[in-house]
């Protein structure tokens, strides 16, 4: 008489094919109870390859980073890390082994290309505290740019930061060109030329800035009071109403507009200040001021 199976054994309905007993499956192994023939021994996991603190029929993560487009190969490669650990002649090995690896990973002048803009668009997007969607879309657009042949000639550090400046007009992020063009490494100039060449020649699905998108950030460079930015939102619309903005800077308007704002208000803040917040001339500001005062 065979033993009952044990907690961790469960008896399948097939009969044995040698003598027609209860087969039991245990720890991946499937054997009769009566006679002791192995059926199977079949033991692959199935299961996730690593445990997340989220397990769940749902949760369908692997092993290793995610793909992204801010990497020249999509994250895909691997990296020879370093050991202090390691002296000698192993280290020497170890550095021979990063060296050819870093060469096969980056096997063309187009590919050292993309590393080094890549790099330079994902310090940029940090230090203006952009989303990693606006990273990835830079990263995009450099990449486009690159396939249309419109870096011959040009600046490697400028299609960077244009492309950063890019993925923020069609996302409608309100940088101005000079923010970006503060901490990027090519002037402004350069900016300004590559992002011409991507705008006309990949069509970009980008508009008119609304002034609006500024008035936030401008009221908090100035430190001025929510009822002051509240007011300068109604210049905002006012000014668009009546096309003042048109074929304007938008920054120079939001910035007229929390002047004007900041006056009604006694805000105390001067056109130099409200100018230096939008990076505008002061002469720029006080033409949009002037035709606010003159259409009330």
């Known amino acids: 008489m065979s033993e009952s199976p044990t907690a961790d054994a469960t008896t399948t309905t097939n009969a044995c094919p040698e003598c027609g007993g209860r087969p039991e499956t245990a720890r991946g192994e499937t054997v009769c109870g009566d006679c002791g023939l192995v059926i199977s021994e079949y033991r692959i996991d199935h299961g996730p390859d690593w445990r997340s603190f989220a397990d769940s029929d749902t949760d369908p993560k692997r092993t290793g980073a995610p793909l992204t487009r801010s990497r020249h190969d999509r994250g895909l490669s691997t990296k020879i890390g370093r050991s202090t650990r390691v002296k000698g002649r192993k280290r020497r090995q170890f550095a021979r082994m990063r060296r050819q690896h870093n060469r096969a990973r980056i096997s063309t002048k187009r590919e050292r290309n993309q590393v080094y803009a890549f790099t330079e668009i994902r310090r940029l997007t940090s230090v203006l505290s952009l989303p990693d969607r606006i990273r990835d879309h830079a990263c995009s657009l450099f990449r486009s740019a690159q396939s249309e042949d419109l870096l011959c000639g040009r600046s490697l550090e400028g299609f960077a930061a244009a492309s950063v400046y890019a993925a923020c007009r069609v996302a409608r992020v309100s940088r101005t060109v000079g923010e970006v063009a503060d901490v990027a490494k090519a002037t402004k100039s350069e900016q300004t030329a590559a992002y011409d060449a991507i705008n006309r020649e990949l069509g970009l ?92």
Request: charged share 30%; hydrophobic share 35%; with cysteine.
């Open 205 to 296: 699905p980008v508009g008119p800035i609304d002034p609006a998108e500024y008035v936030p950030r401008f009221a908090s460079r100035l430190d001025l009071s929510d009822e002051v930015e509240r007011r300068a939102r109604e210049y905002v619309d006012e000014a668009a109403e009546q096309g003042l903005s048109v074929g304007r800077n938008p920054g120079g308007v939001a910035a007229a507009c929390l002047y004007t704002a900041g006056r009604d208000l006694g805000a105390g803040v001067t056109q130099q200040e409200a100018a230096d917040a939008a990076d505008v001339t002061p002469v720029t500001l006080r033409s949009t001021y002037q035709r606010l005062r003159d259409d009330e």
